[in-house]
């Protein structure tokens, strides 16, 4: 009787099998799969553009340390600071590394200058923000002795946020009124330009 049982529940199941291969899939499954692939584009696209932010943090970083290496440069070479450079902001050598023209800039930029004597590759740029107003930033103390570079991260790190401590509390207060606070700048390099100027 048993055997009998199991031979009409094979039947049975093959009559279903061959009667669902003629009517397709039904809307549940195909809702099911649609989500699945929903949820799978989502975590490639998330661990994606995660990856592409953590390579534009890296170039920030890297033109940070070049922009530092070009005002050192730049100042050993001429045996001045930038500071009486004629560039940026009212002709001191500070402001957004790439503007000019506009809000008590000089018709150079920071940028130009250290290009135009080859001190700065004309590669280094901002990656992703396209405005001037959101690029590199250069500061230099009223000594003109300390300079910080400072940049905008997307992913900054436990080093990153302790250079910020630094600067904060540093005495930094113009350059964090004008540049930290309103345009989240929060990674910056500081060092002094080696020899008296």
Not at 40 to 69: C, Y
Not at 119 to 129: I, M
Not at 131 to 157: C, F, H, M, Q, W
Request: avoid cysteine.
């Amino acid at each position: 009787m048993a055997l009998g049982t199991l031979h009409l529940k094979q039947v049975m199941f093959v009559g279903i099998r061959k009667k669902r291969r003629n009517q397709g899939f039904t809307i549940v499954e195909l809702l099911i799969v649609i989500v699945v692939i929903g949820i799978l584009a989502a975590l490639v696209l998330n661990s994606f553009t995660g990856a592409q932010a953590q390579a534009r943090d890296t170039k920030r970083r890297t033109d940070v340390l070049s922009i530092e290496k070009a005002l050192i440069g730049w100042s050993l070479i001429k045996g001045v600071p930038i500071a009486s450079s004629g560039a940026g902001i009212s002709g001191q050598g500070r402001g957004w590394l790439e503007y000019s023209g506009g809000f008590g800039y000089t018709a150079t930029s920071i940028k130009a200058l250290l290009t135009s004597t080859g001190q700065l590759s004309a590669d280094v740029h901002e990656p992703y923000f396209v405005s001037a107003l959101r690029d590199y930033v250069v500061y230099i103390s009223d000594d003109s002795s300390t300079y910080v570079v400072g940049a905008k991260l997307e992913y900054p790190n436990a080093q990153d946020n302790a250079g910020m401590t630094a600067i904060t509390a540093g005495g930094w207060t113009n350059f964090v009124t004008n540049y930290v606070t309103p345009y989240g700048i929060n990674y910056v390099k500081t060092f002094n330009i080696p020899g008296n100027l």
